[in-house]
């Protein structure tokens, strides 16, 4: 068994706020990972992400408001100052032209940056990327709010509740409240268990999405000439149709669909994400 990719902790400056960051890996190149949320922090992504890092190393780094990179409450979180946050890194910590790996949010915050900033983005790893427009996103909240409220995921929140488990293991029974919490996102509910469990601030989320009200990403999509690969699960409660617009609108894109997938896709099908990503990420000869 090869021995676990090395890994730091430190803090990076972004736009006028300190950022909780880790590489995990050694040497170049460097593939910065956004997390998604919005409001959440980098560590959901791993274990899985960390097996990106050979022959490379993975930044990754908490979001302003999140995780570890919390920020008084007269500081924005909107998109923009996200975007400003990944510039600043990209241009003092890196050297610019990067990429970027993005889940979730993360992939919509990679393609804002890269419509931003098309100069500073090499290549965008998106993987079960956010819809670029309102109307994806309705249609996303509605397909989860369903699932989430399935009798099946009903009936076991309240054999949760009965159990006595939040008295005799609260850890086990947040462990179990958490992989509830997310079913919906699972084509198969059971493998939440293998999302690592996180906590979302909701100030942070709510500041993002209002930030967003209202825009079409759409028509700028054309613009990102960056080498850009999609991850799509079949079983995505943000419909395919979404991935496979941004595709059809970006010069340079390709689609690749997890076919026994939901949302977290990396955690239902890790091995293949692995060998998808390992490929298309920029490495060390």
Known sequence: MSAAPAEREGRLAGAGVS????????????????HGGPGASHDYLRPQF??????????????????????PRDVPLGWREHVADLAAITSASLRPPVTLLGFSWGGLLALLFATEHPDLVARLALVAPAGAHAEVRTRFEQTLAARQGAPEVAEARAALSRSGLRERDP???????F????????????RAHDLTPFRVA?????????????MDLRPRLPGITADTLVLHGRFDPVPLESSEELVARMPHARL???????????AEETARFADVMDTFLPRAP
């Open 171 to 177: 850890d086990a029974f947040w462990r179990r409240a």
């Open 50 to 71: 960390d097996l990106l890092a050979r022959r490379r190393t993975i930044l990754y780094y908490d979001q302003r408001g999140g995780g570890r990179s919390l920020v």
């Open 19 to 34: 950022l909780f960051a880790r590489w995990v890996g050694e040497g170049d190149p460097t593939v910065i990972a956004l």
């Open 202 to 214: 909701a100030r942070a989320q709510r500041a993002v999405w209002e930030s967003l009200a209202g």
């Open 179 to 190: 992989a509830l919490s997310v079913a919906g996102y699972f084509k198969d509910p059971a």
């Open 256 to 266: 690749i669909v997890f076919e026994d997938s939901g949302h977290a896709l990396y």
